[in-house]
């Protein structure tokens, strides 16, 4: 038996609703394989604002550097956006500072078209067929941490100001994640940049040129990052793994999980230095977001919590069977016709958020 610390903070909107599923699943985990996770819950986000006035408490960030792993819903909704506010009240500064300080620098996200869900894409099942990739995201850098980053009025009216900036460091950290991930899948390896247009493309591009040099075994190919956009679109199987800057990789894992047919089926892990052994701190969360127009309704799609759960066993606790164990059961659950509202065909039975986690506690149970 082996016991772990976790942090677990359900943050906004649905949130809470797929990350009480998620825990219900490490919990059936817990009893099948004999571990035992410590769990600490807090709030996060636009719940911590309305409680504390700050969406991340320095006491939080503390705490989530001490665990094991962090298991995490979602933040926002209309209540806190508040474009003119203070950083700290806008739910999003709180997940920015959780990234920075736990050094969480590399996010990872898995689309694969499940054979079952292929058709509740928008995209043509004979366009899907085989895709199967990971998008990395460089976190910790980029437009969203430079500077200068300010607004200001003058005479010719309101202005604002956000800096992109990358360090060799930088680039060579997030690239070497993208060549050994890809070492361990297909062996292909597609760098996104736009060395067009700006410096930072520039130097990206350079840095990823030299690397792929160091690594022969890799097969490296460039994209820009507009033709990158066009391409999962129009041929998604072609790519296995691709990495990318922080506001590039921000917008595309979004396309890309619309190639699964819905967010509510992909996880995602936002992860640091690691061990020797593969493991170490990261963050695991669904990339569906707040969702708050479905929220308390039953509606929401647990699965990206759960598999997101199955990653953080896997990539932060090197427990591989027992993450194995949870996708085999999502994977038992949807042939046997199990089915949230945004997965569901018409004539297919619908149940709600709490039914579909019981149905992956239960067969691992």
Excluded at 159 to 187: C, H, N, P, W
Excluded at 263 to 277: I, Q, T, Y
Excluded at 293 to 320: C, E, H, V, Y
Aim: glycine share 10%.
């Amino acid at each position: 038996m082996a016991s772990f610390n976790l942090m677990v903070l359900p943050g906004d909107g649905i949130g809470p609703e797929v990350t009480a599923e998620a825990v219900k699943v490490l919990g059936a985990v817990e009893k099948r394989f004999g571990h035992e996770f410590a769990l600490k819950e807090d709030l996060f986000g636009g719940a911590a604002i309305d409680a504390y006035g700050t969406s991340a408490r320095q006491e939080t960030l503390d705490a989530a550097k001490r665990a094991d792993a962090v298991l995490f819903g979602a933040v926002g909704g209309p209540k806190w956006d508040d474009p003119s506010g203070s950083p700290e009240r806008r739910p999003e500064w709180g997940l920015l500072q959780i990234r920075k300080q736990l050094g969480l620098f590399a996010n990872l996200r898995p689309v694969k078209i499940h054979p079952l869900m292929a058709d509740s894409s928008t995209i043509k099942r004979e366009v899907l067929d085989g895709t199967d990739m990971v998008v990395i995201r460089e976190l910790t850098g980029g437009l969203y941490f430079g500077e200068p980053k300010r607004r200001w009025s003058d005479g010719d009216g309101r202005k604002a100001v956000d800096t992109m900036f990358y360090s060799e460091e930088e680039v060579r950290r997030i690239l070497q994640v993208g060549f050994d991930l890809a070492r361990q899948r297909r062996k292909k390896l597609t760098s996104v940049d736009k060395m067009n247009v700006l410096e930072t493309g520039r130097l990206w591009r350079e840095i990823a040129v030299e690397m792929g040099r160091q690594h022969p075994d890799i097969e490296l190919d460039h994209l820009l990052v507009d033709a990158c956009a066009m391409h999962l679109i129009r041929r998604p199987a072609d790519f296995d793994v691709i990495v990318t800057e922080n506001t590039f990789g921000d917008i595309l894992t979004d396309e890309a999980s619309m190639l699964a047919g819905s967010m509510g089926m992909l996880p995602s892990a936002s992860l640091g230095a690691r061990r020797p052994d593969g493991t170490g701190l990261g963050l695991y969360e669904p990339i569906h977001g707040s969702a708050p127009d479905i929220a308390g309704q039953g509606k929401a799609n647990p699965l990206a919590a759960i598999l997101s759960a199955a990653m953080l066993l896997r990539l932060s606790l090197g427990l591989t069977a027992e993450a194995d164990a949870v996708e085999r059961a999502v994977d038992e659950a949807l042939a046997a016709g199990w089915r949230t509202a945004d997965i569901a065909r018409p004539g297919e039975q619908v149940v709600d958020t709490t039914r579909m986690g019981d149905e992956i506690a239960g067969r691992l149970a």
